[in-house]
């Protein structure tokens, strides 16, 4: 990821109220949770296409850590409120 990148999704985070941000947050993690990759090698694609995944899917992740350090320097637990939000059902 870039740094104009970087700086261009901070600003986005900058508008959002703290439960926009939370919601966002969690989308950006789930989003990056689990591969493709494997399941391409077996399939036998191109190794350009498997390259290209790999590296979309570790940009995935790098947002994802963006939100959360965001969620977190604002005191924001993800995962707290998740589990109460599971607790409560």
């Known amino acids: 990821m870039t740094k104009k990148e970087r700086l261009a999704i901070l600003e986005k985070i900058a508008y959002m109220n703290d439960e926009e941000l939370e919601k966002?947050?969690?989308?950006?993690?789930f989003d990056c949770l689990g591969s493709q990759v494997d399941d391409m090698y077996?399939?036998?694609?191109?190794?350009?296409?498997?390259?290209?995944r790999e590296k979309y899917e570790r940009y995935l992740c790098e947002v994802a850590d963006i939100y959360g350090q965001v969620a977190e320097k604002r005191?924001?637990?993800?995962?707290?409120?998740?589990?109460d939000d599971n607790a409560k059902e």
Request: glycine share 12%.
């Open 24 to 29: 966002q947050a969690m989308d950006k993690i």
């Open 42 to 52: 077996e399939l036998g694609y191109d190794m350009v296409d498997i390259i290209e």
């Open 75 to 83: 005191g924001i637990n993800l995962w707290e409120r998740e589990g």
